[in-house]
């Protein structure tokens, strides 16, 4: 389906702050009967909003633009009360010579957060989105259609999106630009102008300026300030050298501009910022737990026990010397890479973890208050919250291990190939389907909550839990154990079946499984239990196995 043959037909508008946001449900009771297949856009004005879609949370920064589709319920909140959030409701229509046919939504992705550049969303809105409290329950004829061109607008930006992300031409450009970064990140000390650069790259300075920016979010210029700020105070923490010479070693000519940079973006003079950090070894941070945990610098010998920390270490170029890896080792994607890793066995044991001799502990569970205690005593132990979604782990993580830039980068290449498998998948599966993941153990069955697979199902395929899996969700379930004749009580549209890769040879003779299978034709799925894991470096791995998964022949 083109978007160009596309009719949209505009129902209402209102931008509003979002504490006083007036609720999905309100809003649909006021849509006729007959306009029950209206998809909802979402556009957050400021940054600090969190949606939830489904009880699914995605975090929105300003500029973000979201499709909902009708039968998913949504609510939000906010980091402060005066966030403001755009909502369009709208229906499609698909232009056949002189017929409109409905459709359920345009040819974009649902659920998916497109990232635009607020400028531009600020530009094609207008002056309106920042009319406080004002909601437009009844245009005009002329204003709808200058709200409705607007909305057009605001999708073919979104759809810009995904054509970029399937032009090779467009990802020659962002190697190009990428090339640039790195030259930039080894030759900061240099004379750099943003011309040079740009003939680097093979654009034009302006083109340049603008991709650059898409790519990284700051200009050049502003790129360029930040590498030589982040390298002075590497510096500063490390050394007593007057400020002159650090301001020409990090390619600042002017020593008084190197100070008000400086001061603009740590919010410390430099020489306030050496008396803070030059003899401080260590950090405070505040573990799940509620503790304050003294971090030494520059921690190497870390020991943690594993399940939920152990691939965003790996992924964030951390690898521990010791983890509780002896459950999963055979049973991750990963396993060649914990080759050199000492195995605690089941749990951060502490009499093995003594042996050890580490500098700090990163646990991802609770422990008896005793056990918590024995830990301490060997060395600084921060207790992560188990609840944490991916992202929110792995950046927890990194700005405890003040790898931030690596997770954030981690993040973005994840989301790029996430829109790229879903447009792969376009013709395999519908938005917004009901999927359910049953795992099974020889004669034993589990339902999964929001975790393993079926937590990239939820979170990034668009997917949505069952009743009773919500319920599961929401009672804070990673799984359950479930009977027999309890499975069809919790099937989807669309179920998947995890095992493992023995148990897959003959799993198609199971009863229970073959009447599962009767309920959902064509779409139900066996899969590996080594995709059952909510790593980043399996749930990266697994978008490149998705096409094969959705390939293989289903009961």
Known sequence: ???????????????????????????HARINDNETNSCTLLIALSHGIRLYIDKIAIDLRQGSCILVLPAQRYTMEASNEEAQLARFTFETFEVEGMTLNSVAHPPLLCGYTYNLLFSQVKRVLGNEAWMKKRFYSSLSTSEMAIMQGRLQLILGLMAQLDEQASHSQNEEKIKMIQHTVQYMEQHYDEDLTVEQLANMARMVRWQYSQQFKILTGKKPTDYLVHLRINQAKELLRNSAEPLSRISRQIGFKDEYYFSRCFHKLTGNTPREYANIHLHTQQ??????????????????????????????????????????????????????????????????????????????????????????????????????????????????????????????????????????????????????????????VGAKFYIMGQNGLAASLYESLGFRPPAKVMDLIEQGQAWIEIQQHQMNHYAGER????????????????????????????????????????????????LEALPFIFKKQTM
């Open 1 to 27: 389906m083109d978007q160009a043959s596309l009719y949209i037909r505009l129902q209402h508008y209102e931008s509003f702050q979002v504490g006083q946001m007036i609720p999905a449900s309100s809003l």
């Open 283 to 440: 950090r405070i941070v505040i573990d799940s737990l509620g503790r304050k945990v003294l971090v030494p610098k520059d921690a190497t010998r870390i020991v943690t026990d594993g399940k939920y920390t152990l691939g965003e270490l790996l992924v964030l170029g951390i690898p521990p010397i010791g983890a509780a890896i002896s459950i999963m080792k055979d049973n991750v994607i990963y396993h060649n890479k914990l080759r050199n890793i000492h195995n605690l066995g089941n749990w951060a044991d502490p009499d093995k973890v003594a042996q050890l001799q580490p500098e700090l502990l990163l646990l991802s569970y609770f422990h008896p208050e005793q056990d918590l205690q024995k830990l301490d005593a060997i060395a600084p132990t921060v207790i992560l919250n188990s609840k944490f979604k991916l992202f929110e782990r792995l950046r927890y993580i990194a700005k405890l291990f003040e790898r931030s830039k690596a997770a954030e980068k981690w993040i973005t290449t994840y989301e790029d190939k996430v829109r790229l498998v879903r447009i792969q998948l376009a013709d395999a599966y519908i938005a917004g389907e009901t999927a359910a993941v049953y795992l099974k």
């Open 495 to 542: 179920n998947f079946i995890l095992a493992s890769a023995k148990e897959l040879q003959t799993i198609a003779h199971c009863p229970q499984i073959a009447i599962l299978a009767e309920l959902t034709p064509g779409k139900t799925h066996f899969v590996d239990s080594i995709w059952n894991h909510s790593d980043p470096i399996t749930r990266e791995r697994l």
